[in-house]
């Protein structure tokens, strides 16, 4: 229905729908329609946190571009660039694009970098890493060893992530971009969640039962690295969902086995590190929690 105050001149002549819609488009009130979808589109955020639907931010998006008539490619990525200010997502995006002149393989290029991007580890972000010989996860208590250097005891526990299995990264390199992705080239701490101190390699004391180095918890701890150990895609920039990992502190490896230990009356799977090579009890698999 057509607001009684647009004023149509020669409506009698107009003798068909696309000429009522080209009669309309003369009208000065378009153009200001026009200005104000375009505006919109301009102050547009795609927020994870707040809007996950991909498709509908994109069919809100495709729907004001049609009001506003944006066509050209280049200017809908240009928006669609300033609608998620995010270091990984930009230039992950522009990379792609590059010769799309296609609005819709642009739309699809957009809901895949987003994608890819939800799945990068975050510093801050709990995650929990799963011994992927034993299926057990890395975690720590608020219990001491009677052994070695009397810290914080870390051990690989359950199958099921608890709440004893929760860590996160804290960036410790001025390398990263904007401090929030993990990439294989930052050092960082593994601050165990609940009981706030971080994952630390000892040499300097034994393992309870195997006699390796000792892995604890402390209030201080050491930076480490990640270390990526798929052969088949060991060129990758950022740190993933899923990623197969080891962890390294200077030439120290994370490592864990069937071996146990006991405290009063609980047993522990043993975690320590070592010097050598990296083999099967060394990897780690990467999960959101």
């Not at 609005?103 to 580890?121: A, R, T």
């Not at 197969?244 to 405290?263: N, P």
């Not at 522990?268 to 060394?282: A, K, M, P, S």
Request: glycine share 4%; hydrophobic share 35%.
């Amino acid at each position: 229905m057509i607001n009684s105050t647009i004023i149509i001149p020669n409506l009698n002549e107009i003798n068909s729908f696309e000429e009522l819609i080209e009669a309309l488009k003369l009208h000065s009130t378009f153009n200001i329609f026009k200005i104000s979808c375009k505006r919109k589109l301009q102050i547009m955020k795609f927020i994870p946190e707040q809007q996950d639907d991909i498709a509908t931010f994109l069919a809100n998006f495709h729907s004001l571009c049609n009001d506003a008539e944006i066509n050209d490619h280049e200017e809908i990525i240009t928006l669609l660039i300033n609608s998620y200010p995010n270091y990984f997502f930009k230039s992950e995006f522009i990379k792609r694009v590059d010769g799309i002149n296609s609005v819709d393989e642009i739309f699809k290029i957009f809901s895949e970098v987003i994608f890819d991007e939800l799945k990068i580890i975050k510093f801050g972000s709990l995650i929990a890493l799963k011994h992927v010989a034993t299926g057990k996860y890395l975690s720590s208590w608020n219990v001491n060893y009677k052994t070695g250097s009397g810290e914080q005891v870390v051990f690989a526990s359950e199958k099921f992530p608890d709440g004893n299995a929760l860590w996160f990264a804290t960036c410790t390199t001025t390398t990263n971009h904007n401090y929030q992705h993990c990439t294989y080239d930052d050092s960082f701490y593994l601050t165990h969640n609940v009981t706030g101190n971080k994952l630390n390699f000892c040499p300097s004391y034994k393992s309870p039962t195997t006699g390796h180095s000792e892995v604890n918890c402390r209030r201080g701890g050491y930076s480490l690295n990640w270390i990526n150990t798929n052969t088949t895609n060991n060129n990758a920039h950022y740190v993933k969902v899923k990623d197969v990992i080891a962890l390294q502190y200077s030439d120290c490896i994370l490592s864990s086995h069937d071996f146990t230990f006991t405290i009063g009356n609980k047993s522990f799977q043993e975690v320590v590190c070592h010097r050598e090579r990296i083999g099967g009890n060394d990897e780690w698999q990467i999960e959101i929690v």
